[in-house]
Structures are given as structure tokens and as C-alpha cells.
């Protein structure tokens, strides 16, 4: 059976799927840039969030560029040890904007990377004690699942 829907359905269905990826985005890179923020204090104490905000923005697109440079690298010339080169490409380059960003050398940028990591460690670590695990982020993760399987459903794509 053959759904046709109007131009205006059509029109509905893309402004949700925008409107929902870019709210996943936004709290995305809210969370993710809490833990860097708590750690740059520690070695710069004239840090701020939109600071932060940008650093963890910047690093996530040149992080993608490498991927994506790295990725047709490989296809062309097919070398399987790319990966390993490109983490570590990747790990200066974020290192490089921490330095920057931040306004420390490369020991503190390192010592943000580490910082955060066990911030991150510690606020999971929590979330398990009080029962917050996988469940409850899948409760969280299922209508978003769902609504864009269905859609894509819908549209037969």
C-alpha cells in the first residue's frame, strides 16, 4: 500500500526531525562540554563557559574533518594502519585547541583531557550508585529511536 501525504505533512515531518536533532545536539554539547569546563578551572581560573563551549566545538569539527580526510585516505590508498594515526592526529589537534582556547601550554591541555576524563568517570560512577544506568537512558533513547524509524518508515526511505 502506497501512503501519499500533502506537501504540508512532508513539511511537518522534516521540521521535526530538525527540530529534535538540533535539541539532541544542543544538550549534547551542553553535557559534554561540563566536565572540560570543570577541568580547564583547575589550570585557568579565567575560563567561561561559552569559552568552553566554543573549545568543544571547534576540537568536535576538526575531529571531523581529520575523520573525514583519514577516510577517503584510506579508500584510496587502502592502508589499514590510518585509524591509529588518525587518533593520534586527532588527540594534538584537541590538544592544540585546549592550548589555544584555554591559554595554557601543552601540559595543562593534556592535564584537561585527563581531568575530564575522570570527571566523566566519577559523574557515571554516580549515576550507577543511584540506579541511573542503561535502562533509564534507553527509556530516554527509545521515543527518539522510534520517532525517526517511523518517519523514515513513513517515507519509505
Request: proline share 3%; no cysteine; hydrophobic share 60%.
Amino acid at each position: 500500500m502506497i501512503n501519499y501525504y500533502k506537501m504540508s505533512d512532508l513539511g511537518t515531518i522534516i521540521a521535526q526531525i530538525g527540530a529534535k536533532s538540533i535539541l539532541i545536539f544542543m544538550l549534547g554539547w551542553i553535557i559534554s562540554s561540563i566536565p572540560i569546563y570543570l577541568a580547564a578551572k583547575v589550570f585557568n581560573s579565567d575560563v567561561s563557559f561559552s569559552r568552553t563551549l566554543g573549545a568543544t566545538l571547534i576540537s568536535g569539527i576538526i575531529v571531523g574533518i581529520i575523520v573525514i580526510i583519514s577516510f577517503y585516505i584510506s579508500k584510496i590508498y587502502g592502508v589499514s594502519l590510518l585509524p591509529i594515526v588518525e587518533m593520534v592526529i586527532a588527540f594534538i589537534a584537541i590538544l592544540g585547541v585546549y592550548k589555544s582556547v584555554f591559554n595554557v601550554g601543552w601540559g595543562a591541555s593534556f592535564g584537561i583531557l585527563v581531568i575530564a576524563a575522570i570527571i566523566i568517570i566519577i559523574f557515571v560512577l554516580i549515576l550507577f550508585i543511584f540506579g541511573i544506568i542503561i535502562p533509564y537512558l534507553q527509556t530516554f533513547i527509545s521515543p527518539v529511536y522510534s520517532f525517526f524509524n517511523n518517519t523514515f518508515s513513513q517515507l519509505n526511505l
